[in-house]
């Protein structure tokens, strides 16, 4: 017989709780690991918290899941994000172009693949920092992001083909103010 892992939900940390045998909490641990925002995974965390705030989702990020935040109304949003510039030298500043594939959907819960390749959010929110100086770079600053909503046809036509900036906002009408988000996603979803 095949028995399954029971995962318990995550404890709630607020950084202050210390390691066993290392002289160190969990604040020192986020900070080693989570110091530059700019870095790409880090930068990705913080769009998908920012896309969470911004429709009320009270979940926590799930590594593996199918989809990066569920909304109150229960709108599977995957989120993507790009920026112009990197925690690394650069010779030039640019903009890497969006590119959305079909994907195997994993459940957590089950820790399994569901078996099928395809687009598993209801809406794609993709994200740009718009920074372009290291100077005036502030990822803490909701103004210099950039919010383009694009409802799951969109994606789905576009079939795994490069999506550069250009194109997706002439498909999404230019990008979304951070505080008309919510309705955004509300909107592209109740689109499907």
Not at 30 to 35: D, G, L, T
Request: glycine share 8%; proline share 3%; net charge negative.
């Amino acid at each position: 017989m095949d028995e399954k892992t029971v995962v318990p939900s995550p404890v709630e940390l607020d950084g202050s709780e210390r390691f066993v045998g290392v002289d160190a909490s969990v604040l020192d641990f986020w900070r080693f690991a989570m110091n530059d925002l700019r870095m790409n995974n880090v930068r990705g965390y913080l769009a998908e918290f920012l896309v969470a705030r911004a429709v009320g989702a009270s979940g926590h990020r799930v590594e593996w899941d199918a989809y990066d935040v569920l909304t109150p109304d229960g709108v599977r949003v995957e989120v993507k994000v790009r920026g112009y510039l990197q925690s690394w030298a650069q010779k030039q500043v640019r903009l890497g172009s969006f590119q959305i594939k079909a994907a195997d959907s994993w459940d957590h819960a089950t820790g399994e693949y569901r078996g099928q390749q395809g687009w598993n959010a209801d809406v794609y929110v993709l994200c740009v920092h718009t920074a372009r100086e290291h100077a005036a770079y502030d990822v803490l600053d909701v103004a210099q992001w950039e919010f383009y909503v694009l409802p799951r046809q969109v994606v789905v036509d576009r079939a795994g083909a490069a999506m550069s900036l250009a194109w997706v906002s002439e498909q999404t009408g230019g990008p979304t103010a951070y505080a008309e988000l919510d309705r955004a996603i509300k909107d592209a979803a109740a689109a499907e």
